[in-house]
């Protein structure tokens, strides 16, 4: 045993080794966080963000003030509002439970953004979130009775369907700003080409969670757009009467027949009424466009959903990214001859590249990268074309938007801080050997704009002096703009409400093609640099962004808009058949900015000077769980809690519970901190259970006093967008008592789960547990199986006299998956897995692995699963019956091909179960289980089949049922078909 555990805990030191030097910074702590008060809000920041917490206070003032009286309801509390600038991404979150509690990402949107359309993004965000606060805060009658015995934990509208729930926030944003989602062009293109192409969605698909594109943004797309539906029709009050309603119902799904107490009608029938009221105003547009003559390219790709940021190399090559849902996210190129696309290399790139002149082919880029190994910002890549190999440059810089000069030594880009974004400029080769010392480089400021305002996609004019970009000014202005190299001055082209984005120069510097949607429709237009006029290059029906002119001049490339998502298209250059643009459309009522105060925002006298953040005041448990349950000796009553602060940095859990029968008190608990490096983890157990008795003898079973403690850490040794490495660490104690009286010693007891009649080990058990993962796995938007990168992973355990312990243990398990996307059809994939263990106990019970057996599924495993988010699923080796295979030593080989069969898609209106996509799985076992050395005969194997259909149940509950056919090709093997409901995570 001696040399056993020496080299068990040599692995331990290899594990352990690179991160006990490593400095502390999980959920970096060096943020200093804060907080601000105001009659309504409760804000938290960190520092350096004073400035924009000021202002979102402000802003959620107002929003309190606008849109309590429209949506007929208020907060019982203050509403705590979380300030993160962690990310590139612009999101924000909300919720209820268990009190008022917002996330806001400070990020504004970037240059194509879903959100891009706004007239002050701040306001816009605090509206969208503030809005869910009180939608889903509105609650009557029974739920708030019972909230107000266990502390809120029921909203019956944080189940209403998602499209409503997403849709009145999003109709809010556009209702209380003069932007939005609503009045956005983009947004609009969706919908108006769901209708062109006869792909607009039905409600039972937008309920739940649609396999078609937009997918997730479908219930803000629909949603939206049917809500405003509804309130142009009946009005705000008959909005907020609904929602009302169904935060007092108790019985949920009810959705339809509220909306015929409310509005006269059900969801479906206002739906199709809806779809007819929008033919009808598409034909109108549509007809409109056909009269001043359609003007659109050839497609160069039909791939759909996405293919953006187009890009020619000087040798007439086109290079776009691409993410057909099917493959994997790549830079595609297309030559000057046509044909077929191929890969340069794939990448999850966020925008468009940019050639370095002279440099083969080698270009720029941006892609989301790690930072400190804590945050995930945009960076800049340089591709070398003649290696094919990557390089980064900036570490955290946030940059993104690149373009090089002509002279191919300077990259002009964007970067984002504290909700701004500004044009900078550094150096080409100064990059390149600063990245090789692992710092950025030096940067030049070229336009910083006012506070709160954006640039974005600069472009160098083809003579290196201007650098034209689109500008984001207060009042919801995105204008083109044109800097001056040397000087620094900058002017704009025009000053209006239209979006105009994404600028590029003609190679003869003449030229500057844009996008806008100043007709209504995005579409592209083209400047002309000496007389300042402006010409309408395309006429489309869907949209037109995102121009690139070609090489020669003669041919200009577009994003083409569509049902299906984004293509390229193609579109010969011929000025005399450029339209003259239509007088602006602008429908928007003017933008309402926030009034400026002499004294900048601290001025406002509501406001409080902040404080340090405390923990305590969000940290008490404020909900109480009541379960009635078993335990070994019959019906069991127990309590449950749980909480933590507002910004995550403490969590816990708690449950007691009391046996019905003897009065056995039971219980845990488990604490997270996160601010340390690494992440610590203390959790405790309390327990009576009873050991079981032979069922030949006559005998008294023997009660069981079970405690233990454990203390772990978590480690992520790195991560990426593609892959991540973690490991961690525990100590535990268990002690294992008798509470019966003395038996007779040739007694033998068989304790749960033993092979042979042992009594039950009593004493302390004591170890420690390592575990080392990594992973690099992918799934497709469209696969219906992981289907690239693979995980592994280790575990030992460890038990001896030296830490405690009673008995001497060693426990070592090893996985490793494979994972293959097949070159026949769409979404075919297989995978190879291989997992392996070997255990070794003195004084203890015996450490053994199982194999075999599906497992039986009553409603309670069903419901269990439920709560616990765990999944249901069948055994590691198929086709023989449970517990027929054992031993201290094993090993399982699964090899599975899994395949699309029919994307079913289909409910009834607004009942909450839905079938979604069906599946289909061949497979083949090979596993063993034994006690020393191996023998062929100890070889089991297995085929089989599975047949699987995905559900949306309770319109946000995925699940996925299984019908399965599999035999045992050898000894004890049996032919069984079984059926699970399995709950991915």
Known sequence: MTQRRGWLWLVCALVLGPWLAR?????????????????????????????????????????????????????????????????????????????????????????????????????????????HILH??????????????????????SVAPSWYVEGLATYQESERTSAGRIRSAAFEALLRTAIIEDKFLRLDQVTNNPYEFPRGTTRYLYGSAFVKYLGDRFGDPALAKFHHAYGAEPIPFAVNRLARRVFGKTMVELWDEWAAHLRRRYAVELDEVRARGVRVG??????????????????????????????????????????????????????????????????????????????????????????????RLTFGLRASEPDVSPDGQRVVCVVNHSGQRRLVLLDLAAAQLAAREGHNPPLQELYTPGRFEQVYSPAWSPDGATIAFSLWSAGGFRDIALLDVATRQVRTLMHDRAQDMAPRWSRDGQTIFYGSDRSGIHNIYAYDVASGAVRQVTNVLGGALQPEPSPDGRHLVYVSQGARGTDLAELALTPASWLEPVPLVNERPPARLLPELPGGDESD??????????????????????????????????????????????????????????????????????????????????????????????????????????????????????????????????????????????????????????????????????????????????????SEGMTAGINLGVQAPELGSDAEAATFTWSWNQFFQ????????????????????????????????????????????????????????????????????????????????????????????????????????????????????????????????????????????????????????????????????
């Not at 200093?32 to 963000?49: A, G, K, M, Q, R």
């Open 136 to 157: 889903l805060g509105d609650m009557g009658s029974i739920p708030r009775l019972i909230n107000a015995i266990f502390g809120r934990q029921w909203s019956p509208n």
């Open 23 to 131: 400095p502390a910074a999980a959920n970096d702590p060096r943020a200093v966080w804060h907080t601000l008060e105001s009659p309504h809000f409760i804000i938290h920041y960190y520092d350096p963000h004073r400035a924009v917490a000021y202002r979102v206070a402000r802003l959620a003032e107002r929003a309190h003030a606008e849109l309590v009286p429209v949506m007929a309801t208020a907060p019982e509390g203050r509403t705590h509002v979380v300030l993160t600038d962690d990310t590139d991404s612009e999101n924000g979150s909300a919720t209820v439970l268990p009190f008022e509690h917002v996330t806001l990402f400070i990020t504004a949107p970037d240059a194509t953004s879903s959100l891009g359309d706004f007239d002050d993004y701040l306001a816009l965000l605090i509206t969208h979130e503030y809005t």
């Open 298 to 391: 050839r497609a160069l790709t039909s791939s759909g959903e996405t293919n953006t940021f187009p890009r020619y190399r000087d040798d007439g090559t086109l290079v776009w990214l691409e993410s057909n849902g099917w493959d994997a996210p790549r830079y595609a190129a297309l030559g000057p001859g046509g044909g077929r696309p191929r890969t340069l290399f794939a990448e999850l790139g966020q925008s468009g590249l940019s050639f370095i002149p002279g440099g083969g082919g080698s270009f720029v880029y941006e892609r989301t990268a790690p930072h400190r190994n804590l945050y995930l910002f945009e960076d800049l890549f340089r591709y070398d074309a003649a290696t094919r190999s990557r390089e």
């Open 822 to 985: 097949l070159p026949w059809g769409h979404g075919h994939a297989a995978s190879v897995r291989y997992q392996g263990g070997l255990s070794s106990v003195r004084g203890g019970p015996v450490g053994v692995f199982f194999l075999g057996g599906v497992p039986d599924q009553s409603i309670e495993d069903i419901v269990r699963a439920l709560i616990e988010n765990r999944r249901i699923g069948p055994p590691a080796l198929h086709g023989y019956p449970g517990g027929l295979i054992f031993g201290d030593q094993y090993h399982l080989l699964n090899l599975d091909w899994r395949f699309p069969v029919w994307n079913v898609e289909r409910g009834a209106g607004t009942l909450p179960v839905y079938l979604g996509r069906m599946h289909a799985a061949l497979f083949a076992d090979v596993g063993t289980a034994f006690f020393g050395p191996f023998d062929r005969d100890y070889l089991r194997s297995a085929i089989g089949v599975e047949l699987r259909q995905d559900l949306q149940l309770g319109w946000y509950l995925g699940a996925t049922l299984v019908a399965g056919l599999s035999h045992g090709l050898d000894k004890g093997g049996v032919s069984d078909f079984y059926t699970l409901l399995s709950f991915p995570l």
């Open 605 to 786: 006298p509501t406001l409080s000077k902040p404080r340090d953040y405390d923990p305590s005041d969000t940290i008490l448990p404020r909900t109480w769980t009541v379960r009635l349950g078993r335990d070994s000796f019959g019906r069991a009553l127990g309590l449950s809690t749980g909480g933590g602060d507002v910004i995550g940095r403490h969590s816990y859990a708690a449950d007691a519970s009391v046996g019905l029968a003897r009065g056995d008190l039971g219980g845990s608990m488990f604490y997270a901190y996160t601010r340390l490096f690494p992440r610590f983890e203390l959790s405790a157990r309390r327990s009576v259970f009873k050991a079981g008795v032979r069922e030949d003898v006559d005998a008294k079973s023997i009660d069981i006093d079970y405690r233990a403690v454990n203390l772990g850490v978590r480690i992520p040794l790195g991560f990426d967008v593609d892959y991540s490495l973690s490991t961690g660490a525990a100590f535990g104690i268990e002690r294992f008592r008798s509470l019966s009286p003395a038996i007779d010693a040739s007694l033998d007891v068989l304790e749960p789960g033993e092979l042979r009649p042992r009594r039950p080990a009593l004493g302390d058990r004591a170890g420690l547990n390592f575990f080392l993962a990594y992973s690099t796995v992918r799934g497709r938007t469209k696969g219906v199986a992981l």
